[in-house]
């Protein structure tokens, strides 16, 4: 975990996945090893793809501490109350997919969410 920023809008051209939750969610902990799978096929095959990992209400040292004991890889950043109230959620995790556009798409909770990705950027 890093303190880069990461500006969407100069993520436009580029799909990307937003993945909100915490430490303290188990749903959000279960997602991991599917994301750290797509994480690694990304970064080997897809060239316009990126993906985000935001962490909310938790603990920094926490979230390293976690990260480290998992061996996870994937980018993660720190929420504040303005990136909370920028995106629609009803709970934890919620994920968005933004589209080369930048239209945002709500991936449902409770659906193979890899998949969902899959069908639209073609993996």
């Known amino acids: ?46 060239q316009n793809f990126e993906l985000l990992t ?7 040292s926490k979230v390293n501490d976690y990260m480290k004991a998992k061996s996870y890889d994937f980018p993660v950043a720190m929420a504040d109350d303005k990136i909370e109230k920028l995106y629609p959620k009803n709970g934890y995790p919620s994920n ?13 909770f409770s659906i193979d969410w890899v998949s969902f990705i899959k069908n639209y950027i073609d993996l």
């Open 1 to 46: 975990m890093n303190r880069e920023k990461f500006p969407i809008e100069e993520k436009l051209g580029k799909w990307v996945l937003v993945d909100f939750g915490g430490t303290w969610c188990a749903p959000y902990r279960a997602e991991h090893p599917d994301l750290q799978k797509l994480y690694k096929n990304m970064y080997n095959n897809v």
């Open 54 to 60: 935001i962490t909310c209400r938790d603990d920094s």
């Open 96 to 108: 968005f997919l933004i589209t080369p556009q930048g239209i945002f798409l709500i991936i449902p």
